[in-house]
């Protein structure tokens, strides 16, 4: 999302020439889950004060990035944004830009449910893991039993 080139291949935008994001899509119903603690969780778990990089991953494409729906997510990103940088979560201010949503480009099929098909793979083992450990140590509260 938010790039300027029409249908890009997942290798277009690995090379960083299209200007869009990696980014997933959250379908939510606000009956169970806020906008609000969508962001508490999207701070948490991943670095937000990092210019155009996550982890080992540098270019554009891997910049932190909320894409709003509606001017009320707009207002609740910024917010949220604010008082996350002034509790200090991060040592750095964060950087995450906050643009509106455009056109969302899935990525191609083997991309898709990608971790639960590849959990042995080197960048899961390394990189997701860590964040879903992290992830379910501080929002166990909020987890549906299985």
């Known amino acids: 999302m938010g790039g300027k080139v029409k249908n890009p291949t ?3 935008v690995c090379y960083g020439v299209t200007g869009h994001a990696e980014v997933c899509q959250v379908h939510f119903d606000t009956q169970v889950i806020s906008f609000e603690e969508i962001l508490e969780v999207f701070w948490s ?18 910049r932190s990035a909320i894409f709003y ?3 009320e997510q707009h207002e609740i990103a910024k917010a949220s944004k604010l008082s996350t940088d002034a509790e200090n979560l991060w040592p750095d201010p964060i ?25 042995t793979q080197g960048y899961c083992r390394a990189v ?7 992830f379910r140590q501080k929002f166990a509260h909020k987890l549906k039993p299985i």
């Open 10 to 12: 997942y290798r277009e």
């Open 45 to 62: 778990t991943h670095d937000p004060t990092t210019l155009n990089r996550q982890g080992a991953d540098k270019g554009t494409q891997y």
């Open 69 to 71: 729906h509606s001017e």
């Open 95 to 119: 950087v995450t830009e906050i643009s509106p949503a455009s056109i969302f480009y899935p990525a191609e099929d083997y991309h898709q449910n990608y971790y639960n098909s590849n959990t």
């Open 128 to 134: 997701i893991n860590p964040k879903l450990k992290k």
